[in-house]
């Protein structure tokens, strides 16, 4: 990893679509010689895949959520994550330190979509407690680490 690894991370965490063309122009590369770079980056496993990012709300489920949840002492983590993993308006499960065991962050159609999830989250899923937290609003910072 170098310099030029580092500017090439950033351009694809802006724009994953980014031609080698224009990467190569943005770092003073070929387009096969940007092809290279990536190529290597992606072998090496720093690169892991491409993906859409979606706005929740443009696709009816602008409320967003974290429920904080400890689970009973008897709920098996492993299979707390596979129950709530189904559950369509889960977006991000954490397994965590500290108070809480886990974090999901939720993206709901409305309050009562919120309200059957933090349910189902509680009944069918093994929490002894749970604490949630709507979103106000949020940023999202989309930059490559620093090398």
Known sequence: MDEIDDRI???LATNGR????AIGESVGLSPHGAADRVRRLERDGVITGYA????PAGVGRALDAYIDVRLLPTTD????????????SVREITFLTGRFDFQLRIACRDTDDLNDTVRAVRREAGAAGTETRIVLRS?????APLG
């Open 52 to 55: 859409a990012r979606i706005d």
């Open 139 to 143: 940023t999202t910072f989309e930059r």
């Open 9 to 11: 991370l950033s351009i």
């Open 77 to 88: 983590s492993e299979e707390f994550e596979r129950r709530v993993g189904r559950l369509d």
């Open 18 to 21: 980014a031609s080698f063309a």
